[in-house]
């Protein structure tokens, strides 16, 4: 999926309505991350912390980090979309950002090394293999990485759903698949191998599965579109302009779907 596409999904439609996280997955997620700093020892009084999240979005993981930690952090940030880099700017007035592309790391605050790096949901478009030298190269000695994104596994229900003939004419979606579109790892194991080969070791590791609901087409489309999601791929498929006869036949055909996400969150130090 192109670098612009991309831009143009977050920029353009997920900006304003990211911090609604319906369902409230990205809360919950983001709140395993923080604990397992905590829990590291990365938040306790008077420390200070170098914080660098790429894919920032809003701000609302460093945000909620500088609320939790009773040291100081000192926040920077990296995302393509810079109507979201906007709310983070009026969200952490401390806050040094640049709008960019994360997978060219290396371009960005070239003069500073940093205590934490965080990818936060970035890597769906962004390979892990991309980012692990880059994030060692930014990373102070005995650094960290956290973790948190979705996996292979995510969504199997509609996975499955997929699979019918019918609905993928009418969504849309052709020959696509999940994979097709993004490059999330497969699981927790290969999150700690390519973590391993570029020096990290990781000494926190879990995998979240929050069950999700979709009632109705609209209820899938509040989560995956404007909750930014699937953005990218929707818009492909061309399902935020659904007329109300399609959205009526999906409906019928596909909902109410039961179903879960699959997110690993990790803590990883730099050797």
């Known amino acids: 999926m192109s670098t612009a596409t991309v831009h143009r999904a977050y920029n353009d439609v997920v900006a304003t309505t990211y ?7 990205i809360g919950r997620s983001l709140d395993l991350g923080i604990r397992q700093m905590s829990e590291e020892g990365l938040l306790a009084p008077g420390r200070e912390l170098r914080v660098l999240d790429i894919g920032m979005g809003t701000g609302l993981f460093l945000d909620k980090l500088a609320g939790r930690s009773e040291g100081r952090i000192v ?18 007035p401390e ?10 790391l290396d371009d960005y605050f070239p003069d500073q090394q940093f205590d ?3 990818t936060h949901f970035v890597t769906g478009f962004v390979s892990m293999r991309v980012l692990a030298p880059q994030i060692a190269r930014k990373l102070a000695p005995g650094g960290y990485w956290s973790l948190v994104g979705g996996t ?49 070791e990781v000494h926190r ?22 909750g930014g999601w699937l953005t990218p791929l929707l818009e492909e498929m061309g399902l935020h302009k659904a007329g109300p006869l ?9 909902f109410p779907v039961q179903d ?3 997110i690993v969150i990790a803590l990883a130090q730099k050797a």
């Open 75 to 92: 926040p920077y940030g990296i995302d393509l979309a810079d109507n979201m880099l906007e709310v983070a700017r009026r969200r952490l």
């Open 19 to 25: 911090d609604l996280d319906p369902q409230g997955v």
């Open 152 to 200: 292979r596994s995510a969504y199997p229900a509609l996975q499955a759903k997929g699979d019918s003939r019918l609905l993928r004419m009418l969504s849309g979606a052709g020959s696509r698949t999940m994979d097709d579109t993004v490059l999330n790892p497969a699981d927790l194991g290969e999150v700690r191998d390519v973590m391993a080969v570029h020096g990290f």
């Open 205 to 226: 590791g879990e995998t979240f599965e929050p069950a999700l609901n979709f009632d109705t087409f609209d209820t899938f489309m509040e989560f995956g579109y404007r």
């Open 95 to 104: 806050l040094t950002a640049a709008v960019g592309d994360a997978s060219r």
């Open 260 to 262: 879960r996400h699959n």
């Open 116 to 118: 934490c790096i965080c």
């Open 246 to 254: 399609k959205r009526w036949l999906i409906n019928r055909l596909a």
